[in-house]
């Protein structure tokens, strides 16, 4: 088979690694379309621990590991997110990467206890970690003590997984797609016209972005998510280290008079951005709001225009589309990466390693395939929009977010679980890829929708004493600090990944 990517970035070259992950068995021939003419932004991106799977596991056959990633794309781990503000300024919460111990069970008896001792976040060692300053590596500098994510450009990291691809085969031409030429009767997707010339494929994988160049044609239809997240713009930007700044492995998600901003740390600089709502505010006051806020002068990159939704159908005929053009949920609890890497596993492996094309493309697998990546989708806009239902209220933008705008029923159900008991991992869906309690909960806490009372009365009605919550919120310490004692402080990881010395 012949199967090309219309897109490079992240998502084009990470299509182009799993593509390449079984080849030795497929002899397929992989091609990337990638045009140097579209400007690259880099402001900044984090991920969930799916991108740390990728890179210990999966992409370990081409020399890949963490260290080789972090040296080679100035990244830095990602410990949670910092949410300031957003139930009223002066207020913060944590969403750690990494879940209790207790989070899979029908009740996270951890994470009750210690909320109702007034320390939700101490029941994740990675949010201990973080709020501690340390990081998730031990002190002989290659074991990790706890979970984490990334943050890094994503540009580097799409350039970084394309000079392993090309070495590994992947063809790259610098074009554009001009057109599509579609076999009348199948309706397959045959060839394209690009400015260099005609290209065919039996496959083609769409990761063109918000343009959509090949499943918009083809069919893909569109659900918006318009009523139900309120963000629709974003102006990303550089924001240079201060001199001898600590630097957190942490996002900070910090909540604006119109939406929420953006900082995420790299080896070397943050990448930021605002995500706002152009029915409450416009562009320039949009960047006057950033500058008053932070009390940083704020230079700004572009303004990008999106909006929130997703194919109708992922997968049409020969063509499927991955990453932002697939779908998009704004940038909060770092979806994009996320559910670009869910798709490539659900694709690659339900698609038998695309050994002949009669094995990939069939209706039951596409059928199957679009159903999944629905419900990816909106199982991740009910967990966005959960956290713009808070308590703030001092601006239009706000009292719009708690009054007026149109809530999901997950969230309404989910809302009204928590007047009544703790959710557990058994009020959500879970199969591969799924956000589910484990994120979910910090959530819940930080806004107040699940409080102390009903968290003790959950914990009571399981039947546990109260000897029994002391002993795990004691044995909860003794973890935490087993783990901050085998780790290294955070600044001492930064200066390790400057210096080029980290696991030596």
């Known amino acids: 088979m012949k199967i090309v990517i219309v897109g490079g970035g992240t998502a084009g070259w990470l299509s182009a690694m799993y593509a390449c992950r079984f080849n030795e068995f497929s ?30 596991t999966y992409f370990t056959k081409y020399g890949v590991n963490e260290i080789d990633f972090l040296n ?26 990494q879940p209790s111990d207790t989070t899979q069970s029908s009740v996270d008896i951890d994470l009750l206890v210690q909320h109702i001792k007034g320390a939700a976040y101490e029941s994740s060692p990675s949010a201990f970690l973080l709020k501690n300053g340390y990081s998730s590596y031990s002190l002989n500098k290659k074991d990790t003590t706890a979970g984490h994510g990334y943050h890094f450009d994503a540009y580097k990291v799409g350039q970084y997984l394309k000079s392993i691809a090309i070495n590994n085969g992947v063809k790259c031409i610098d074009t554009e797609v001009v057109s599509l030429n579609r076999n009348t009767n199948t309706g397959e997707l045959e060839s394209v016209e690009t400015t260099i010339g005609n290209l065919q494929a039996d496959f083609w994988i769409d990761c063109s972005g918000f343009s ?16 139900y997240l309120p963000a629709n713009g974003a102006i990303p930007y550089i924001h240079q280290f201060e001199k001898n700044e600590d630097i957190k492995l942490e996002t900070l998600a910090w909540a604006m008079p119109n939406g929420w901003m953006w900082q995420i740390p790299t080896q070397k600089r943050y990448g930021c951005g605002y995500v706002y709502s152009d029915m409450f505010t416009t562009y320039d006051n949009a960047v006057d709001e950033l500058m008053k806020t932070t009390g940083r002068k704020i230079e700004p990159l572009r303004n990008i225009k999106f909006n929130c939704g997703r194919l109708d159908s992922a997968w049409v005929k020969n063509v499927t589309a991955i990453g ?7 940038p909060l609890e770092a979806t994009s990466i996320h559910s670009t890497i869910i798709q490539l596993d659900l694709l690659f492996t339900n698609g038998l390693n695309f050994v ?22 909106d199982d991740a806009k009910d967990l966005i929009q959960m956290h713009y239902i808070t308590e703030r209220e001092d601006t239009k933008f706000w009292k719009y977010c708690k009054y007026e705008m149109k809530r999901t029923d997950k969230v309404n159900e989910i809302l ?32 107040n929708h699940l409080t102390q009372d009903i968290s003790l009365k959950t914990i009571k009605s399981y039947g546990h004493s109260d000897a029994e919550i002391e002993n795990r919120i004691k044995r909860i310490s003794h973890n935490n600090l087993v783990n901050s004692i085998k780790s290294m402080k955070s600044n001492d990881f930064v200066k390790c990944l400057l210096n080029k010395t980290l696991g030596k």
């Open 27 to 56: 002899k397929n021939e992989i091609v990337v379309i990638e045009s140097s003419k579209i400007p690259t932004i880099g402001a900044g991106e984090g991920s969930t621990g799916v991108l740390t799977r990728v890179m210990n």
């Open 72 to 97: 080679n794309t100035e990244a830095i781990l990602k410990l949670g997110i910092n949410f300031r503000d957003w139930n009223g300024v002066g207020t913060q919460f944590y969403n750690p990467i």
């Open 212 to 227: 959509r160049t090949l499943i918009e044609p083809m069919g893909g239809g569109w659900t918006s998510y318009s009523d």
């Open 324 to 330: 932002l053009s697939s779908g998009f949920l704004e």
């Open 356 to 377: 002949d094309k009669q094995s990939v493309i069939y209706d039951a697998n596409i059928n199957t395939y679009n159903s999944f990546i629905r419900n990816l989708f």
């Open 416 to 447: 009204e679980i928590c007047k009544h008991r703790s959710p557990s991992m058994l009020d959500f869906w879970k199969y591969h890829g799924t956000i589910g309690w484990g994120v979910w909960c910090w959530t819940l806490v930080g806004l």
